[in-house]
Nanobody, 127 residues
Framework: EVQLVESGGGLVQAGGSLRLACAASGFTFDDYVIAWFRQAPGKEREGVSCISNNDGSIYYAESVKGRFTISSDNAKNTVYLQLNSLKPEDTAVYYC????????????????????WGQGTQVTVSS
């Protein structure tokens, strides 16, 4: 059974940091692109960052470049998203997602290409 389990969300003040984790099981981790999406109330789901466990390529949305860092621990089948310099507009439910690909992070910000999703973790940034 495929599972993606997010953790690490919480309430933090503007300027603070959080580290999210996405623990994966039930599939061959090295063959997959893992992405982080977020969705705020009343807004569409937004691709935040992706990492290819196949070739190591990485993508960041412009809105988070220089503030968020994605990394992968293949030994633990876990992808992390380090969130620094958080802003109130980063408030959202953050989801991780996985799809099998050998094409790196091409189109990885599109939610419809993903086969598997986690349940989400809430990140709230107060001003």
């Amino acid at each position: 059974e495929v599972q993606l389990v997010e953790s690490g969300g919480g309430l933090v003040q503007a300027g603070g940091s959080l580290r999210l984790a996405c623990a994966a099981s039930g599939f061959t981790f090295d063959d997959y692109v893992i992405a982080w999406f977020r969705q705020a109330p009343g807004k569409e789901r937004e691709g935040v960052s992706c990492i290819s466990n196949n070739d190591g390529s990485i993508y960041y949305a412009e809105s988070v470049k220089g503030r968020f860092t994605i990394s992968s621990d293949n030994a633990k089948n876990t992808v992390y998203l380090q969130l620094n310099s958080l802003k109130p507009e980063d408030t959202a439910v953050y989801y991780c997602a996985a799809h099998e690909s050998t094409a790196g992070v091409i189109a990885c910000g599109l939610p419809y290409i993903y086969d598997y999703w986690g349940q989400g973790t809430q990140v709230t940034v107060s001003s």
